[in-house]
C-alpha cells in the first residue's frame, strides 16, 4: 500500500538527505593480497559449514608482523586460550587487542531488502543480523528514531521502513551471544532524534543484553587501552556499544559516545570513484593523520548510492563490484582498504557495508585479518538476492516502497507538480 503523496514526499526528500554509515593491506599487479594486519527479517536457506576462504585469504595470512602498520601475523598463535579455540573466527585473532582486528559490518543492518518488506528500495541488506553474525561479521549498524516514545529502528523516518523496537532488535542479538560465547560483538547507533543514554540504557537492561556491555579503562582516545579478544571474552564483557550524539553516562558507561572514539570516512557516495580515506567527522580534527594520532579508531564507510530523479537509493546494481575483494577496479571493497592502509599507515577497524552476502564483503575482512576462518553456519555468500526463510525474526512494519513502485511515484509526483 502507498503512502500518502504528501507523506510520501516528505519521506523521500528525507531519504535523499540522510544516509549514514554509520576497515589493510596492498597487493601486487596482479590484485592479489600482500601483507595483513595483526535485522531482523528474512534469513536464507542456503547454508554452507564450508569457511568462506579465497586464494587471496591464504596469501595475505602468510604476511610478516609490521609493528609500524599494527600488523599481526597467523603464526603469533593466541596465548591466552587453549590450542584451537577460535575468538571471532580464528584462534589467531584471540591474542590481538580490539584495535587491532578488523570488524565487518553491516551498514542499517535492520532495513531488509526482501519479501518482508515488499522488497523495499530503502533496504540495505538482503539477510538479517543474525544471518550477519553467522556468516562472520561482528559489527552490527542500526538507526533509530522515536516512535511514540519507543526507540524504534526507522530508515529515514518511520512511515518509510519500520523494522521495529531496539529491544527486540536487541534480544535477539543477545541469544546469539549467548549461544555464541567466544564472540565479541559490536554495536554502532544512529541516534537521530537525541535520545539520552539512559533512554538506552533502560533498553539495553530490559533486553539483557547490558549484562555482556565493555567499559573502556581510562578515558577515550590515546587513553584508551584496548584489551585483547580472549581478555574480553574470558570477562565476559563481549559487546562494544558506540553511539552517535549521546554524551557519557557514569551509570552506562559501557554505551560509549562514538565521535569521543571513532571517526569515519565520507557516507554519501555516489559513484564507484568516490570512495575515498578522507576524515569526514568528527569535525574536531584537522585530518585522519591527527585523528589516529590522537587514538581514534577508523571506520571505513563503504556503500554507494544511485541518484533516481534526484533521490539518493542503495546501489544494488553494482553490488558485486562494490562489495569485491578486490583491488583492480575502481570501487572494489579491496582496493578501498588497500588505499586507506596506505593512506593510514594502518589499517581500519571498522568497515560498513550495505547488502554483507555479496562479494562476499567477509572475504575482505579475512584478508586484512590474515586468517583462514572457521566455525561459520552461514558462508554469507549466495546465489541471489532475495531469501525465503526467517532467522531470528521480528515483524517488520510499515513497509517501505518497492523499487518499482518508488520509480512510478516518483514520475507521479514530478508531473503533478
Known sequence: MFPSISKFLTAAAALSTTAYAVPQGWSDSSGSWQGGQGGQGSGSNSVSTTPTTTSAALNYASASSSSATGFSTASSAAKAVSSGTACNNSPDLCSRTYDNVTHMGAHDSS?????????????????????????????????????????????????LLDAGTLQSWLSIIKEWMDNNPNEVVTLLIVNSDDFKASDFGTVFKASGIDTYGYTPSGSAGNSTTWPTLSDMISANTRLVTFIASIDADSSYPYLLPEFSYVFETAYEVTSLSGFNCTLDRPSGYASSAAAISAGMLPLMNHFAYSVVLSYEIPDVTNIDTTNSPDTTTAGNLGLHAKTCNSDWGQSPTFVLVDFFNKGPAIDTADNLNGITATGRSDSGSTSSSTSTSTSGSVQTRNLGLASGALVAALAGAVLLI
Not at 532495513?111 to 541488506?125: N, P, V
Not at 538482503?126 to 552490527?140: I, V
Open 111 to 159: 532495513f531488509l531488502r526482501d519479501s518482508s518488506t515488499d522488497d523495499s528500495i530503502a533496504g540495505t541488506q538482503f539477510l538479517n543480523a543474525t544471518y550477519a553474525l553467522n556468516s562472520g561479521l561482528r559489527l552490527l549498524q542500526v538507526q533509530v528514531h522515536d516512535l511514540n516514545g519507543a526507540i524504534e529502528m526507522c530508515h529515514t523516518t518511520c512511515e
